[in-house]
């Protein structure tokens, strides 16, 4: 069975913010299995089933878990991509693990113990983000913490927990991140593990949009994406959605759909030729 997080080549997680209707889950889906062919290590279709940080106590969040999860299992089915989704809390694990085929612990909350230790309990792949407050060091307890799991929920026989971590920027002053690009190299050594470069967030401005949500500046992503693949990231994960202005969240950060084979072109480019 090919990995989850290949470590030989590309790979790019993918898809819109939050779990939508059928009909652009289903464009976006449909999109990303055709560009898969031309992905070294394939796509993993992303989208929250709950947005559970928003900035604003109004904002939309998704549809829920029940009805996201059987979204995105429509999506599975239909485009036969494997299904990232996020889980917050440590309840929502056992269910997501029973349709999608990577849990994802957001940056917010990757030390929580019990949420850790549910996702990788599940025996299912596992996406760490790291902290924006963190070191690149300061992520191996959560690594360790859903290895440690899995070893005692899956048994002695169990083959080794497929685990990743992201970086996805770090907070510089007020409303804004930025990314080192030694972070690939320290969180590898660190962590023993594949690393991913959320090139959409990296760009995100916390709490500096309209009205106190989200702002971001999206013509920084390919730069950053490609750089980041220079330097040694092993895959990337880009959001992305039809119409980005339109998104329920993290709009200004998002590649436009028509643009995203473009951006990955040139990035599996940058990739190959850094690792000749």
């Known amino acids: 069975m090919p990995a989850t997080f290949p470590r030989d080549r590309l790979f790019l997680i993918a898809g819109p913010c939050v779990v939508e209707g059928d009909e652009l889950m289903f464009r976006v ?4 299995a055709r560009l898969a062919e031309r992905v070294p290590g394939g796509i993993i279709f992303k989208a929250s089933f709950d947005k559970a940080n928003r900035s ?10 029940d009805a996201g999860l059987e979204a995105l299992a429509r999506v599975r089915a ?20 029973a349709v ?6 957001p940056a917010f909350l990757c030390r929580q113990t019990d949420l850790l230790e549910a996702a990788g ?6 996406n760490v983000k790291k902290g924006q407050w963190m070191h690149p060091e300061g992520l191996t307890g959560a690594v360790a913490k859903v290895r440690g799991a899995h ?3 899956q048994g002695r026989s169990a083959g080794p927990c497929d685990v990743a971590v992201t970086e996805r920027g770090t907070f510089f002053g007020y409303g804004d991140l930025v990314v080192d690009m030694r972070s690939f190299a320290r969180m590898r050594e660190a962590c023993d593990a594949p690393v991913i470069f959320d090139a959409t967030h990296s760009v995100q401005r916390p709490g500096m949009g309209a009205g106190g949500a989200s702002g971001g500046a999206r013509e920084f992503v390919p730069p950053l994406a490609m750089a980041a693949c220079a330097a040694g990231a092993d895959g990337l994960f880009l959001e992305t959605h039809p119409e980005p202005e339109r998104s329920p969240s993290d709009g200004p950060n998002m590649i436009p759909l028509d643009g995203l ?15 000749r």
């Open 100 to 105: 999608a085929d990577v849990l994802q612990i």
């Open 78 to 97: 239909r485009t036969g991509l494997p299904i990232l989704t996020d889980v917050h809390l440590p309840e929502q694990c056992a269910p997501a693990a």
């Open 151 to 153: 070893a005692a929920a």
């Open 29 to 32: 889906g449909d999109h990303l």
């Open 56 to 65: 604003n106590a109004g904002a939309a969040r998704g549809p829920g878990l």
């Open 121 to 126: 309990a599940t025996g299912k792949p596992v």
């Open 261 to 275: 084979d473009r951006v990955v072109e040139k990035c599996v480019a940058a990739w190959e030729l850094a690792r």
